[in-house]
C-alpha cells in the first residue's frame, strides 16, 4: 500500500498542475518518471535528457495511486512546479538520508540519488529508508521550473 494517497501533495492555494496527455507505451504506475519518446509516454531512466514529468493518479475514473494506467491508453502526466510538493517512487533499497537529497530518473520510471554529472531532477522532501521490499511514493520538490509556462 502506498504511502501517500495523491501524486500532486500542493500547496492547495495553487491552482492544479499544468498536465499533458499522451498514449502510454507501458504500463504507467502513478509517481513514475515519463518522457515523451514518438508522441507517446515512455519511461525515463537513468540516461534520461530533456523534460522529465511526473505521472498523476487517474483521478478522472477514481482510481488510487497503485492502480497503473495501462498501455496503449491515454495517460496523464504532470509538469512539475518547483514550487509544489509531489509523491515520486523510489525503488526498494534506496535510502534517503537528508531533506534536500538530489535525485535522478534511475531504472523503470523510479528516482534514485543522484550523482557527479547525473540529470538532477528533484530534492528529497523527507528522510525515508524505503526498506519495505517495494516501491514507494516520497514527497520531492522538482529541481527548478520544467513548465513551459513558469515566468522567466
Known sequence: ?????KIFLGPTDKNFPQVREAIAAVALKPGRLVVMSSGEFALAGATTVGQVLLVQDNYLTQ???DTDWAADDRAVAI????????AA?????????A?????TPAANG???I????????????EIYNN??????????????????????
Do not use: H, W
Open 1 to 5: 500500500m502506498a504511502r501517500f494517497n
Open 63 to 65: 482510481k488510487d495511486v
Open 79 to 86: 509538469e512539475m512546479d518547483d514550487q509544489c510538493l509531489y
Open 89 to 97: 517512487r523510489i525503488a526498494n533499497g534506496v535510502n534517503i538520508a
Open 99 to 103: 531533506i534536500g537529497t538530489a535525485l
Open 110 to 112: 523510479t528516482l534514485g
Open 114 to 125: 543522484a550523482s557527479t554529472g547525473d540529470l538532477v531532477c528533484a530534492y528529497s522532501a
Open 131 to 152: 526498506n519495505s521490499g517495494s516501491e514507494q511514493l516520497l514527497m520531492i520538490r522538482p529541481a527548478g521550473s520544467q513548465s513551459y509556462l513558469s515566468a522567466a
